[in-house]
């Protein structure tokens, strides 16, 4: 016999009606399983430190004779890992598609800006300065304007995500029974991923049409219209 003493909430409305907490001693009997276990389960506090403890309990219980293996919860969820791939696969695509367009607005700008600053490339190779010392000076222009928009996105990303973490919102994922709270976090290899990109294609952008530009003859870029 056992005096139900309370409920709890598993956080989750599917085995909020299968799982009960009750003493091993207990559960053994119910069984009819005297001094036998076939698992433990062993709650962290932090998540983060899942594969830490889970060599530390493995070294220690190697050196102490025992047999065991250790799986951690990643390991064993197969509902998680599906939906995370699946969430990994959809803003993986949203990401790429962002990405683009930001791309292309950001080439088209670097070089019409260019294109319509001929005729001051005409001034400086009419004052003497040399076609490369001309696409040196606009790549160099155009390098600085992308980190420095690199750098603002990258704040305002910050802000944002301050925002939002301090705001403590919460929301029922499917199949909840409590809430959650929206946490928003920073992937730094998309960060780098994007950061890269708009260097790279910022230059270049600028690169290209000033070549073409400063390989005009200075009459014809002085009088581009």
Known sequence: DAAV???????????????????????????????????????????????IVRDRLLKKLNEAGFDVEIRTWRELSDFYNQVHRMFDTIFGFIFSIVLTVVVMSVANSMGMTVIERTREIGTLRS?????????????MEALLLSAA?????????????????AAHFSYFPPGSSATVPLAVDLDPGKIAVAALTMLSVGTAAALFPAIRAAGKPIVEALGHV
């Open 5 to 51: 003493i309370g409920d709890f909430n598993t956080g989750n409305s599917g085995s909020n009606d299968k799982f009960v907490f009750m003493p091993l001693a207990l559960a053994q009997s119910l069984y009819d399983a005297e001094n036998a276990a076939d698992r433990i389960t062993v709650l962290l506090d932090d998540s983060g430190k899942t594969e």
């Open 127 to 139: 004052i003497g300065l040399k076609r490369g010392g001309v696409v040196r000076l606009f790549a």
């Open 149 to 165: 928009g690199v750098l603002a996105g990258f704040a305002l990303a910050l802000l944002v995500r301050q925002g939002v973490n």
